[in-house]
């Protein structure tokens, strides 16, 4: 035993000794961490700031008086929250008695985003790391907060061009098919068995574009589409295109609409209505034809470069006869849109009518 002992003795006196490597290795050391925490208390990247249970400043940085406006004489001794925000000041000393209350020191996992407050009043982003850890029956708390109003100004630069682009795709795709294709790459063509499709055009439009300016007529025609868009979104009917007068929409693609005839014979009135109403203004008479037709279609979006949304199928070609052989200012629908409407509105049988390609087809103009 006392041979033992005598071992534990030479041990502590070679540490003891000032001319040991051991100790002039564990002095390097120390003086290495020290070296490396002035280094990091004295960068302006970030705040170091330490307080106590009283929630006062005891250490406060160069990166926290770059960051926070105060100086070190301002700062240590103040409470906590003269660096947070008003509105905050309950939620952070409820933070911090929760701290108290627990048995064990803690060092967050990870870093949080919080808002804190400069010396002029400016609020202003952050990121903060927070630990604790006790001493002589005390616990301290320790951050190192990062201003990141640089980092959340680029990440909201990147929503905004996020926003615009996906705005921008949703006036060439309808919703469902646009989320389809950020989703997957891809949008897959699907049926719809019940649809109606409205077609229109305007009366002696070539004649009409020979006589008027280019310009002129782009207004014209942009300031009647953009009407009717408007039509459009509010009876839940998806606009698929516009081709030279023709402006051809359709209900029930891709979101289902169980009223799909109605809605389209309903928009079809007010497109009329402010026609009528335009040209009691406008010294240019535009005259148009309605025709609907309600079926099954296919829909999917057709290449790889600017995306369409588009239609297919005998549904959309019977309904482009109706409007063909419709009447000027009214709505010419056929008989498998008539099943789902008579009863609701006063319609005026036309008898069969020859339809290039398709024959002759029963027609109503809705009174």
């Known amino acids: 035993m006392p041979k033992k002992n005598a071992k534990k003795d030479i041990a502590l006196d070679e540490i003891i000794d000032p001319a040991n490597p051991k100790k002039l290795d564990i002095e390097s050391l120390v003086q290495e961490q020290i070296k490396r925490f002035q280094v990091i208390s004295s960068s302006k990247n970030d705040a170091i700031i330490t307080s106590d249970e ?53 060092v967050l996992g990870k870093a949080l985003e919080l808002k804190a407050v400069k010396k002029g009043g400016e609020e202003f982003p952050i990121e903060l790391t927070l630990g604790s ?16 109003t640089e980092k959340k100004n680029a990440e909201q630069i990147i929503l905004n061009e996020k926003k615009k682009s996906d705005e921008l795709l949703l006036n060439i795709l309808p919703k469902p098919v646009a989320d389809e294709l950020k989703r997957n790459g891809k949008a897959t063509a699907k049926r719809y068995e019940n649809v109606s499709i409205l077609f229109t055009d305007f009366k002696d439009f070539t004649s009409m574009a020979s006589a008027m300016p280019p310009i002129k007529l782009v207004k014209e025609l942009n300031e009647l589409f953009s009407h009717f868009d408007d039509i459009m979104e509010a009876f839940q009917i998806e606009k698929i295109k516009t081709i030279g007068d023709a402006y051809f929409a359709a209900c029930g693609s891709p979101v289902k609409n169980d009223n799909h005839a109605i809605q389209c014979i309903e928009a079809a009135k007010q497109m009329l209505g402010y026609l009528e109403e335009r040209n009691k203004k406008s010294d240019i008479q535009w005259e148009m034809r309605v025709g609907i ?30 409007e063909t052989h419709g009447e000027v200012g009214k709505i010419n629908i056929s008989e498998s849109t008539y099943e789902l409407i008579k009863g609701k509105y006063n319609c005026i049988p036309r008898g069969q009518i020859s339809a290039k390609g398709k024959g002759n087809l029963n027609m109503y103009l809705v009174g």
């Open 133 to 148: 850890w006790d001493n002589d029956g005390k616990r301290y708390y320790s951050g190192i907060i990062r201003d990141i």
């Open 293 to 322: 037709h309600s079926g099954p279609v296919v829909a999917g979006v057709v290449g790889k470069k600017k995306y369409a949304y588009d239609l297919f199928g005998d549904t959309v070609n019977t309904a482009n006869r109706m």
């Open 54 to 106: 009283s929630k006062r400043i005891l250490f406060w940085n160069k990166g926290a008086e770059y960051i926070f406006g105060y100086s070190p004489e301002e700062a240590i001794g103040q409470l906590l929250t003269l660096i947070i925000p008003g509105h905050l000041h309950q939620r952070h000393d409820e933070g911090i008695e929760r701290m108290n209350q627990r048995k064990e020191p803690r």
